[in-house]
T-cell receptor, first 113, second 113 residues
Framework: DQQVKQNSPSLSVQEGRISILNCDYT??????FLWYKKYPAEGPTFLIS?????DKNEDGRFTVFLNKSAKHLSLHIVPSQPGDSAVYFC????????????FGTGTRLLVSP | DAMVIQNPRYQVTQFGKPVTLSCSQT?????MYWYQQKSSQAPKLLFH???????NEADTPDNFQSRRPNTSFCFLDIRSPGLGDAAMYLC????????????FGDGTRLSIL
């Protein structure tokens, strides 16, 4: 049973436009959500997170939106740059106790010049 | 820079021959995690240590063991690797508080001959 789903395996966007990556979850106990970025031959790098008490968190070009009623979150990258081309993983956890992250299968973003 | 370092980056072993992967950290985090990631799949948590307290996931095969001799180091031992154990193995660290991100190493890619 996949508790965190990223239904789009890939996304192509032109440089300067907005990239929107989506993630759905099924476990209502999740209350902390993260996005990681992964380049080939490197480990995942933390990008941005959001707690369930918020519905939006921004960090520079990156914004994460959380819709708890729909159990949906999204990552917006504006403007997209070629260096953003990577695989993006959504992850979720229940913060009571240790942080057991449940990951999605990732979305490969390609930003073309 | 504080970081998580995994050695080796690539490991080849023979079917059934024990292998050990290592992870070290300079972040002084008290929690260390081991994940298995197979191609096009989400990273899957195998186990974690909170200080010296070992916590196994229910579906982690007995073939996988771990040691944490001190705060900085953690090892993954695969006692009798099978072909299905070929994967990327990721080490991560975090503080105990659930609302802080995990920091990942670059992984060890394990191949089984």
């Amino acid at each position: 049973d996949q508790q965190v789903k990223q239904n789009s395996p890939s996304l192509s966007v032109q440089e300067g436009r907005i990239s929107i990556l989506n993630c759905d979850y099924t476990n209502s106990m999740f209350d902390y959500f993260l996005w990681y970025k992964k380049y080939p031959a490197e480990g995942p790098t933390f990008l941005i997170s959001i707690s369930s008490i918020k519905d939006k968190n921004e960090d520079g070009r990156f914004t994460v939106f959380l819709n708890k009623s729909a159990k949906h979150l999204s990552l917006h990258i504006v403007p997209s740059q070629p260096g953003d081309s990577a695989v993006y993983f959504c992850a979720a956890s229940d913060v009571t106790g240790f942080q057991k992250l449940v990951f999605g299968t990732g979305t490969r973003l390609l930003v073309s010049p | 820079d504080a970081m998580v370092i995994q050695n080796p980056r690539y490991q080849v072993t023979q079917f059934g021959k024990p292998v050990t992967l290592s992870c070290s950290q300079t972040l002084n985090h008290n929690v260390m995690y081991w994940y298995q990631q197979k191609s096009s799949q989400a990273p899957k948590l195998l186990f974690h240590y909170y200080d010296k307290d070992f916590n196994n996931e229910a579906d982690t095969p007995d073939n996988f063991q771990s040691r944490r001799p001190n705060t900085s180091f953690c090892f993954l031992d695969i006692r009798s690797p099978g072909l299905g154990d070929a994967a990327m193995y990721l080490c991560a660290t975090s503080t105990w508080t659930g609302d802080q991100p995990q920091h990942f190493g670059d992984g060890t890619r394990l191949s089984i001959l």
